[in-house]
C-alpha cells in the first residue's frame, strides 16, 4: 500500500510519516523532495530546459522520478509513506494513478490553518539558523488554501501534538 501524505510546507508531514513508519509493520518512507533537491542543483541544460523551474513540481522529469522512487520503496516494503505538498490536483491524480498500477493508494491531507503553519515554518528555520524565504511564504499559503478542498485527501487536522495526528490518521489507515 501506498499512503500519501499530502500537506503544506510546515504542517508536521516528515514527522508524522516517521511515526507512521515505526509503528506500522514493515514500512518505509519515500520522500519526493529529496528527487527535487538534486533536480534543482542540475544546471537547466542537463534537465532539457532553458532555466531551472521555480518549482519542481512542475518539472516531468521529478513528477515520473518520484513514481520510480516509490516503486522501488515497494519492493524493500509492505506500505509506502510519501510525504507530499502538491497543490496541483492533476499532478496528484496522476501520481497516485501511476502507484495504483503497483499497489493500493489511500490519500490523506493534513490540514491546519495558516497562521499554525506558519508557525511551526518559523520554529523550523529557527532551528535551521535561517529566515523564511519567499518560495517557503508563498508556497505555505497556496498549500492551505488548495488542501481545504477534500479531494487532496482524507483530511486530518494537523493541529494538535504529532501523537494526536498520528492517531487519527491509525484510524484511517487501521
Known sequence: MFILLNGSFGVGKTTTARLLARQLRDAAISDPEQVGYVLRRLPAWMLGLRQQLGDYQDMALWRRLIVTQARLAHLRA????????????????????????????RRICLVAPLEVVRARLGERV?????????????????????HADPAFGEQVDATGSPETVLARIGRLVG
Open 126 to 146: 529557527a532551528r535551521e539558523g535561517r529566515a523564511l524565504n519567499e518560495f517557503e511564504w508563498r508556497r505555505s499559503a497556496e498549500c492551505v488554501s488548495a
Open 78 to 105: 509492505e506500505t509506502v509513506i510519501v510525504p507530499m505538498a502538491f497543490t496541483n490536483l492533476a499532478y496528484l491524480r496522476a501520481f497516485a494513478a501511476a502507484l495504483e498500477e503497483t499497489a493500493p493508494v
